[in-house]
């Protein structure tokens, strides 16, 4: 069993830091292998970002020096933090600083969002923060994209942007929340913010196109927001009662194991989500986010 210590998690959250990790469950794999994944609970923004990067064995992992990084969090609709329907600011900002520090040449930040995007860039915190923590911060315009073979069977070809696709290491951001349609917003259902063209003609199959998207743009790094998760009333929100606040964050290498993780968030099981299945089939990871290879970390103290 490898277990993270605790001068290791307090050197990744900073020298400052007062917390105590109570290790859960550790991967049961050979010496000096990462864990797949790391589902971090109780704290704040940052101190859960830079545990869950540390647990996976730090970001230079996934950052060689000298590359270009794009971070793709969801930045869709004109809200604040607190009405969930956003990735958090601080876990964007850390996870530039964190990409800066293994290295990375440029560390760009974009989505291409469903309201303003003027609106959303600034109310939703990330704008800011993004840049004051050194990364260049990207509107991506409608009619931008380029045409490009997805190869899925209802994606074959579609417009994307040039921007997502030029990048060294992908780095998916999202933020788990409801969704009226496909029940939540999770991983793979945020690469639809990667893409151009008139992406509501996909909503025919949500969970078929999801996924798809996903084996289309393979990241380096998916890190899953779920420090305030919107319950109800998604994607876009407004109502503070609708919104929880779990504090907890998973990262890793599996999108799978990830969203399947995330539909517990809302209540929800992988057979209420349709395109973990899918994803399953398409050999993309595996729902199992219980397994030994899969650390847990408790930072109360």
Partial sequence: MRRLSRREVLKALGASALVTPLLLRSADAG???PPRCALIKNGDPAALTRAAVAALGGMGRFVPKDSNV????NIGWDRTPEQGANTHP????TLVTLAREAGAKRVQVMDNTCNDARRCYKRSGIEKAAEDAGAKVIHLREGRGIEMQVGGKLVRTWPV???VTQADVLINVPVAKHHSLAKATLGMKNWFGAIDGRRNQLHQDVNLASMELAAFFKPQLTVLDGTRVLLRNGP???RLEDVSQPRVLMAGTDPVAIDAFGGTLLGLTPEDLPHIALAEERGLGSRDWQADDVQVIDLSS
């Fill in 161 to 163: 942007f040039r921007e």
């Fill in 236 to 238: 876009q929100g407004g």
């Fill in 90 to 93: 601080v876990v964007v900002a």
């Fill in 70 to 73: 794009v971070i793709k969090p």
């Fill in 31 to 33: 010496a000096g292998d």
